[in-house]
């Protein structure tokens, strides 16, 4: 089931916005290890997945703010491009953003495995 269905609503309103926040971070790193992107292209892509609806109506604030955190970490580096006389400013994955991903994808995975023994 995707992430516009009831369960998952139902989940949203029960996480504590500190996870959606690391949730969020992690689906930041995730989408730039495929490419090159601009906020704005990458809250729609959050918003056309049903993640936007599953993260709350903060979304926006908390893309920008989330993409501050992950520069100053290092994990990302913004570039700033004109394109059709304005200034978007893309983001790239770093080597140690990167290597971050690897460890989240292997602590959600241990994680998740434990937790699926709770619905056994």
């Not at 704005?40 to 926006?60: R, V």
């Not at 908390?62 to 955190?69: C, E, I, M, P, S």
């Not at 971050?100 to 056994?120: P, Q």
Request: aromatic residues 10%; hydrophobic residues 40%.
């Amino acid at each position: 089931m995707g992430l516009k269905d009831n369960s998952s609503h139902f989940a949203s309103q029960l996480m504590p916005m500190e996870l959606k926040r690391v949730i969020l971070k992690a689906r930041i790193l995730g989408r730039l290890k495929h490419g090159k992107t601009y906020s704005y292209a990458m809250i729609k892509e959050f918003e056309g997945s049903g993640f936007a609806e599953f993260f709350g109506p903060t979304i926006k604030n908390d893309t920008y703010n989330a993409l501050g955190v992950l520069i100053k970490a290092g994990y990302i580096k913004m570039q700033p491009k004109v394109e059709g006389g304005k200034v978007k400013n893309y983001y790239a994955l770093t080597a140690r953003g990167d290597a971050a991903l690897k460890s989240i994808g292997k602590l959600m995975v241990r994680t998740l495995k434990e937790a699926s023994r709770l619905f056994r």
